[in-house]
């Protein structure tokens, strides 16, 4: 074999090398990543629409701000900040196992708000869900007043899903601008409704 | 001998050289690959309720150490006098389930002294597949009184035969091809369906 035939095939090697590292670089920096293949399937809605999942069914039907709130069983909150109140409607779609409103945020900015467990009974925040019998009642947020001026409490999104873990699940997404929303001195609001018409 | 033919034959000299580990990898590999997957699917099915023991209500099935009969299957509309009593919510129906359970001693003597535990559930099935599934509404916030002497679960501790009793609140109206499953953990993946005329 030549000299020059084994030039050749060192170099048709190197070349098949670095074609190769250069394909594996690609996909290494275009493959999606853990957190991108397992997020939560958005549904997006506006405020007023019965928006559907493939297990969850909600409609985010009005959101108030306030400074104390007084829930259906008697609990009354005070805060250092103000209460988001958001009224919502949410059932099951087709199981019931393991159903509940394990899911309730929301996301201003870079912040995320987890429904207060405080009201306990007042509130829907992870009640269970039966098949197509939502269940209505208030959601209640605790943020920081000086939030609600920031750009990004402009475009606040009330995150709803069937579980706490909404990986690879439904999350329902309902945009809100609390920036024009008027700041209440004090909210009641009403009884949790089990199969509302 | 040729360029070409030379190296024809030094490739059919390294296949010869080497068929055995060949052989090997192409008959490993794939085994090896099924064997996981047997084995990871395996465990995980064993776990799921996934071969039904189907029968049609008012047939008696022996499953899990009991005969189980559905006796009776009504619904109670929420606008009706009673499902106002019961405090049904408002564009639903309640169905009340009635099985008749008598169980017998297991098979297994380390179980002989146990009847059977057990969930119920209400399926809406799709040919083969499930639609849709309601668990037991017994702890809803509803008022339904379940008759004397009328069990609410399955209480192993009940060696005599009782009736069961199930409750689920379903929308109005609900129809299709419904079916009662009962579930006995040690039976797993079998379970009982029972197909209810409605």
Same mark, same amino acid.
């Given at each position: 074999m030549s000299a020059r035939s084994t030039l050749a095939r060192a170099v048709a090697s190197g070349a098949a090398l670095a074609a190769i590292l250069v394909v594996a670089a690609v996909v290494a920096h275009t493959a999606p990543s853990e957190e991108v293949w397992q997020a939560p399937m958005v549904v997006s809605g506006v405020l007023g629409e019965r928006i559907g999942g493939r297990n969850i069914e909600a409609t985010v039907d009005e959101v108030r701000v306030a400074e104390t709130v007084t829930v259906s069983t008697g609990w009354s909150g005070t805060t250092?900040?103000?209460?988001?109140?958001?009224?919502?409607?949410?059932?099951?779609?087709?199981?019931?196992?393991?159903?509940r409103l394990g899911t309730a945020n929301l996301v201003i900015g870079a912040a995320t708000y987890s429904a207060s467990e405080r009201p306990d009974l007042g509130s829907i925040q992870g009640m269970g869900l039966t098949i197509g019998i939502a269940q209505s009642g208030p959601l209640l947020f605790e943020v920081p007043r000086s939030l609600l001026s920031t750009d990004a409490a402009s475009a606040a999104r009330i995150q709803l899903a069937i579980s706490n873990d909404p990986r690879l699940d439904s999350l329902i997404v309902v945009t809100v601008d609390l920036t024009s929303i008027e700041i209440q001195r004090s909210i009641e609001t009403g009884p949790i409704e089990w199969g509302r018409p | 001998m040729t360029t070409g033919a030379l190296r024809a034959h030094q490739a059919r000299g390294w296949l010869r050289r080497n068929a055995i580990a060949l052989v090997a990898i192409i008959i490993l590999f794939p085994t090896a690959i099924a064997i996981t997957l047997?084995?990871?699917?395996?465990?995980?099915?064993?776990?799921?309720?996934?071969?039904?023991?189907?029968?049609?209500?008012? #047939?008696?099935?022996?499953?899990?150490?009991?005969? %189980?009969?559905?006796?009776?299957?009504?619904? &109670?509309?929420?606008a009706s006098g009673a499902g106002r009593d019961a405090r049904l919510p408002l564009g639903s129906d309640l169905m009340v389930v009635t099985i008749r359970v008598e169980p017998r001693p297991l098979d297994d003597a380390d179980d002989?002294?146990?009847?059977?535990?057990?969930?119920?559930?209400?399926?809406?099935?799709?040919?083969?597949? *499930?639609?849709?599934? %309601?668990? #037991?509404?017994? !702890?809803?916030?509803?008022? %339904? *009184?379940?008759?004397?002497?009328?069990?609410? !679960?399955?209480?192993? =501790?009940?060696?005599?035969?009782?009736?069961? =009793?199930?409750?689920?609140? *379903?929308?109005?109206?609900?129809?299709?091809?419904?079916?009662?499953? *009962? =579930?006995?953990?040690?039976?797993?993946?079998? !379970? &009982?369906?029972?197909?209810?005329?409605?």
């Open positions: 250092s900040g103000v209460w988001i109140v958001v009224d919502a409607s949410v059932s099951a779609v087709v199981d019931e196992f393991g159903a | 047997t084995t990871e699917w395996g465990a995980y099915n064993q776990g799921r309720a996934t071969q039904a023991v189907a029968v049609v209500m008012g #047939d008696t099935a022996d499953f899990g150490g009991a005969r %189980w009969t559905v006796e009776s299957a009504r619904t &109670l509309d929420s002989a002294d146990d009847a059977p535990s057990c969930s119920t559930q209400l399926v809406q099935l799709d040919g083969s597949t *499930v639609a849709r599934r %309601w668990t #037991d509404a017994g !702890f809803s916030d509803i008022s %339904w *009184v379940t008759a004397e002497g009328v069990e609410t !679960f399955c209480d192993s =501790e009940i060696r005599t035969p009782y009736s069961l =009793e199930s409750l689920f609140v *379903v929308p109005h109206a609900t129809t299709g091809d419904l079916a009662i499953i *009962v =579930e006995v953990a040690d039976q797993l993946p079998r !379970f &009982l369906q029972i197909s209810l005329p409605l």
